[in-house]
């Protein structure tokens, strides 16, 4: 079962430049999320999704963008990469309401912006 | 400001010694949940904790939410060396689709 599944699992950007980080899962789950983790501040929601076509902002939305065109797809744009978005990024999802059921993770995504 | 407040930030002990960490906040949370993190891996759920005064044990690992379900905290018996890891706890926000966590607890068990 390969459950939630980030690409890639590290990246260098340049100042200004775009990315998109790859977020699936394999569970049929309909929540999913982004997180960013960044040392002392545990981790920050991004954005989330409570299904496909429905999203919304988190905690720290700012920098970027996401969309939900179908269950298992989620995926995470910067549009214009900052040092400050330098972080190791994480996707998740769960069956029902965050906080309710448990939460699956991908491995993560260590990015670095110079 | 953290919605969520863990203490310790960091907690070094040996082998077969007690521990307990803590979450606490202001708000009152629908849920609550522990996660263990190992480096270079994302948090696994350790338990989730949904009634106010809810005690939960696992093992050696034992877990309460507060009565007024604003805190908890996390009491490991006999600490092994395969418990290190960073501990963090999550809560559910009231009629708001989202978690929120602490910034955790990094724990080291020395053998």
């Known amino acids: 079962n390969a459950g939630v599944t980030q690409t890639p699992k590290f990246q260098v950007l340049k100042t200004g430049q775009s990315m998109t980080l790859q977020c699936a899962q394999d569970m049929n789950h309909e929540y999913m999320s982004w997180y960013r983790q960044d040392p002392g501040m545990g981790l920050r929601l991004i954005h989330y999704s409570v299904g496909a076509g429905i999203t919304d902002q988190g905690e720290v939305p700012n920098g970027y963008n996401v969309s939900r065109s179908t269950t298992e797809d989620f995926p995470l744009r910067l549009l214009s990469a900052a040092p400050s978005q330098t972080s190791v990024y994480f996707c998740?999802?769960?069956?029902?309401?965050?906080?309710?059921?448990?939460?699956?993770f991908g491995q993560g995504t260590r990015l670095t912006v110079v | 400001t953290q919605l969520l407040e863990q203490s310790p930030q960091f907690l070094s002990i040996q082998e077969g010694e007690n521990l307990t960490v803590y979450c606490n906040s202001s708000s009152v949370f629908s849920s609550l949940q522990w996660y263990r993190q190992e480096p270079g891996e994302g948090p696994v759920l350790l338990v989730t904790v949904v009634t106010g005064g809810e005690v939960k044990k696992l093992k050696r690992l034992t877990f309460q939410f507060g009565d007024a379900r604003k805190d908890s905290s996390l009491h490991i018996t006999a600490a092994q060396p395969g418990d290190t890891g960073l501990y963090l706890c999550a809560g559910g926000v009231y009629n708001n689709n989202d978690m929120r966590f602490g910034a955790g607890t990094r724990l080291t068990v020395k053998p």
């Open positions: 998740a999802s769960t069956f029902g309401v965050f906080g309710n059921t448990e939460a699956f």
